[in-house]
């Protein structure tokens, strides 16, 4: 696990950063901006998969994820949506759409005509069940739908005839892998913000003192400090899970992501935690530090670390002291905090009246601390549970999600060039978040999760480590010899001939037992002729038989040629 944050030494406050990216160390290390050597690689050019004649007539995007984000898309089978759009929407007959999936190698086209959202502009097609990679029961009591795409290349073609009796077209490839676990939300995840913790070690929660600490709390009336501190702990919950409830795709229905958020721990596990409270203890300083995830496998992990240090610590947003929209939020808090008004408990009570000007002046000011407040703390809580349920692994298309490999942007959103989203995206790094994007002051759009990310979570795109490239799958045309003797050569040489080998495959001899094929090496076929592997077989090991001969490429597809070897 990669751990978030870049702390940096201060010499006079100890809140002297905001830093939810970056490199963690014992010793002080550079946050150096990514060489070219980080710089994530790009998919390689379709063969034989023509461009679109023009592309302003009609687009193709998977997941709501724009072009720009979207480089190699690996899918599961099933459960994702193909959204069409028309740029000239009154150049085209719309219901004249269609939309097909062919498979690179030998199989079914599937031609989808029945979109789940047909507009004026377009229209959005579902391919299979949408209940995050869930298959079909083994029992066949489930009516879950199965996979709906076989592993391996694929090309999207979606055709529209212009007003001008032209048919336009547009094609996207993809790759198309069966996940090897459930998807990081599969099942749900319950994440616990804690707000009792105690960082200081005076027995007592630290967050009433980080309350204080923005005028929001004053220690003069119990009761309207009760009430303002759950309050303002309903506030961040609750904008904390609207980060995660947001579409940014805008595919059909609120589509909300299968995470929940409260301040009490759940009445079953497993849970994640996350405390809410205080300063980062020692002398480096950062508001949010939670370990990166990846694949959300540990459903149970605790960001209430001291020692680390994990979590969240609010009383760190006196960095912004200088910021205008700070200011305004706290500025009139801190001369007259909350509970040092008389009014301050008929304004948060049955009986505030809002036709009173003087009460309804201070709820106002109450409010807009609460609300400022509340939002900076859930944007960094949203950051932080991102990381702990997957956001963001580094590495390119296929491996991670655009993350960064060190650096400021370690575990961040970068673009497919390397560089940092011009959005204001949840999880680009902390540093390019100032507060205004934080506290969505002042007119500033809140960040929000990237297309791909929420995909990820949602189960719509894998990532698979094996798919750097779209290759078409592997065929096996014979084996030669076809037969061996086990008391003949202590090592066998054979030979697998076909298509689509590529280098470094994985050759298996499978019969009652399975058997590897050693040393493989790949001559590349050349001028039509078949791709030849040649590897070694440790003949006294086999028992007599007959033997399927399979295939298997880096890239996880896969060949198999039935009864191909005799073993004598």
């Given at each position: 696990?990669?751990?978030?944050?870049?702390?940096?030494?201060?010499?006079?406050?100890?809140?002297?950063?905001?830093?939810?990216?970056?490199?963690?160390?014992?010793?002080?290390?550079?946050?150096?901006?990514?060489?070219?050597?980080?710089?994530?690689?790009?998919?390689?050019?379709?063969?034989?998969?023509?461009?679109?004649?023009?592309?302003?007539?009609?687009?193709?995007?998977?997941?709501?994820?724009?072009?720009?984000?979207?480089?190699?898309?690996?899918?599961?089978?099933?459960?994702?949506?193909?959204?069409?759009?028309?740029?000239?929407?009154?150049?085209?007959?719309?219901?004249?759409?269609?939309?097909?999936?062919?498979?690179?190698?030998?199989?079914?086209?599937?031609?989808?005509?029945?979109?789940?959202?047909?507009?004026?502009?377009?229209?959005?097609?579902?391919?299979?069940?949408?209940?995050?990679?869930?298959?079909?029961?083994?029992?066949?009591?489930?009516?879950?739908?199965?996979?709906?795409?076989a592993p391996g290349s694929h090309?999207?073609?979606?055709?529209?005839?212009?007003?001008?009796?032209?048919?336009?077209?547009?094609?996207?490839?993809?790759?198309?892998?069966?996940?090897?676990?459930?998807?990081?939300?599969?099942?749900?995840?319950?994440?616990?913000?804690?707000?009792?913790?105690?960082?200081?070690?005076?027995?007592?929660?630290?967050?009433?003192?980080?309350?204080?600490?923005?005028?929001?709390?004053?220690?003069?009336?119990?009761?309207?400090?009760?009430?303002?501190?759950?309050?303002?702990?309903?506030?961040?919950?609750?904008?904390?899970?609207?980060?995660?409830?947001?579409?940014?795709?805008?595919?059909?229905?609120?589509?909300?992501?299968?995470?929940?958020?409260?301040?009490?721990?759940?009445?079953?596990?497993?849970?994640?935690?996350?405390?809410?409270?205080?300063?980062?203890?020692?002398?480096?300083?950062?508001?949010?530090?939670?370990?990166?995830?990846?694949?959300?496998?540990?459903?149970?992990?605790?960001?209430?670390?001291?020692?680390?240090?994990?979590?969240?610590?609010?009383?760190?947003?006196?960095?912004?002291?200088?910021?205008?929209?700070?200011?305004?939020?706290?500025?009139?808090?801190?001369?007259?905090?909350?509970?040092?008004?008389?009014?301050?408990?008929?304004?948060?009570?049955?009986?505030?009246?809002?036709?009173?000007?003087?009460?309804?002046?201070?709820?106002?000011?109450?409010?807009?601390?609460?609300e400022t407040f509340a939002q900076?703390?859930?944007?960094?809580?949203?950051?932080?549970?991102?990381?702990?349920?997957?956001?963001?692994?580094?590495?390119?298309?296929?491996?991670?999600?655009?993350?960064?490999?060190?650096?400021?942007?370690?575990?961040?959103?970068?673009?497919?060039?390397?560089?940092?989203?011009?959005?204001?995206?949840?999880?680009?790094?902390?540093?390019?978040?100032?507060?205004?994007?934080?506290?969505?002051?002042?007119?500033?759009?809140?960040?929000?999760?990237?297309?791909?990310?929420?995909?990820?979570?949602?189960?719509?795109?894998?990532?698979?480590?094996?798919?750097?490239?779209?290759?078409?799958?592997?065929?096996?045309?014979?084996?030669?010899?076809?037969?061996?003797?086990?008391?003949?050569?202590?090592?066998?040489?054979?030979?697998?001939?076909?298509?689509?080998?590529?280098?470094?495959?994985?050759?298996?001899?499978?019969?009652?037992?399975?058997?590897?094929?050693?040393?493989?090496?790949?001559?590349?076929?050349?001028?039509?002729?078949?791709?030849?592997?040649?590897?070694?077989?440790?003949?006294?090991?086999?028992?007599?038989?007959?033997?399927?001969?399979?295939?298997?490429?880096?890239?996880?597809?896969?060949?198999?040629?039935?009864?191909?070897?005799?073993?004598?």
């Open positions: 696990m990669q751990r978030d944050g870049c702390p940096r030494r201060t010499a006079a406050r100890r809140s002297t950063a905001l830093l939810l990216a970056g490199c963690l160390a014992g010793a002080l290390l550079a946050c150096d901006p990514p060489t070219d050597s980080d710089v994530p690689e790009l998919a390689p050019a379709l063969p034989n998969s023509p461009n679109p004649t023009n592309p302003t007539w009609i687009e193709v995007t998977i997941g709501g994820i724009p072009e720009r984000d979207r480089g190699l898309l690996v899918l599961p089978p099933s459960g994702f949506f193909i959204d069409v759009h028309f740029p000239q929407p009154d150049a085209v007959i719309p219901e004249t759409l269609g939309l097909a999936i062919r498979p690179w190698a030998p199989g079914t086209q599937i031609v989808l005509s029945d979109p789940v959202v047909r507009r004026p502009d377009g229209a959005t097609f579902s391919v299979g069940d949408h209940s995050n990679w869930i298959a079909a029961a083994d029992d066949g009591d489930s009516a879950t739908t199965g996979p709906v795409l090309t999207l073609w979606a055709t529209v005839e212009r007003r001008d009796g032209a048919t336009e077209s547009v094609s996207l490839a993809v790759a198309v892998r069966a996940p090897t676990g459930p998807s990081p939300l599969a099942g749900g995840q319950w994440v616990q913000l804690d707000f009792e913790a105690d960082r200081d070690g005076d027995t007592m929660p630290d967050f009433p003192a980080d309350l204080a600490t923005f005028g929001l709390a004053s220690g003069l009336s119990p009761a309207v400090d009760i009430r303002m501190e759950s309050w303002v702990i309903a506030e961040i919950v609750d904008r904390t899970s609207a980060f995660y409830r947001a579409n940014p795709s805008q595919l059909p229905g609120g589509d909300p992501l299968a995470v929940r958020f409260s301040a009490d721990p759940p009445p079953r596990g497993p849970y994640s935690r996350i405390c809410v409270a205080g300063e980062t203890p020692g002398e480096d300083a950062f508001i949010g530090n939670v370990l990166l995830d990846p694949g959300n496998l540990d459903r149970s992990d605790d960001a209430c670390d001291d020692f680390l240090p994990s979590g969240v610590f609010p009383r760190e947003l006196v960095y912004y002291a200088d910021v205008p929209a700070y200011e305004e939020a706290f500025g009139p808090l801190l001369a007259a905090p909350a509970g040092s008004d008389p009014l301050d408990i008929v304004v948060l009570g049955a009986t505030y009246d809002p036709g009173d000007p003087d009460q309804r002046a201070r709820r106002e000011t109450l409010t807009r601390g609460v900076a703390v859930a944007s960094v809580v949203a950051h932080e549970a991102g990381h702990a349920m997957g956001l963001v692994p580094p590495g390119r298309p296929g491996v991670g999600l655009y993350g960064g490999n060190d650096g400021r942007d370690f575990t961040h959103n970068l673009t497919p060039q390397g560089d940092v989203p011009e959005e204001s995206l949840l999880m680009n790094p902390g540093p390019t978040l100032g507060f205004e994007d934080l506290a969505g002051s002042n007119g500033t759009p809140l960040p929000r999760l990237r297309e791909l990310n929420f995909a990820y979570l949602q189960g719509r795109v894998i990532l698979d480590r094996r798919v750097d490239a779209l290759h078409p799958p592997p065929k096996i045309e014979s084996i030669s010899p076809s037969t061996i003797r086990t008391d003949g050569a202590l090592l066998e040489i054979v030979e697998v001939r076909g298509t689509g080998l590529l280098d470094s495959p994985r050759v298996i001899l499978r019969g009652e037992l399975e058997f590897p094929v050693l040393h493989v090496a790949n001559l590349a076929g050349q001028n039509g002729a078949p791709d030849t592997l040649i590897g070694q077989v440790l003949a006294p090991t086999l028992a007599p038989g007959r033997y399927d001969v399979e295939v298997t490429n880096p890239d996880g597809q896969s060949a198999t040629l039935r009864d191909a070897l005799e073993v004598r």
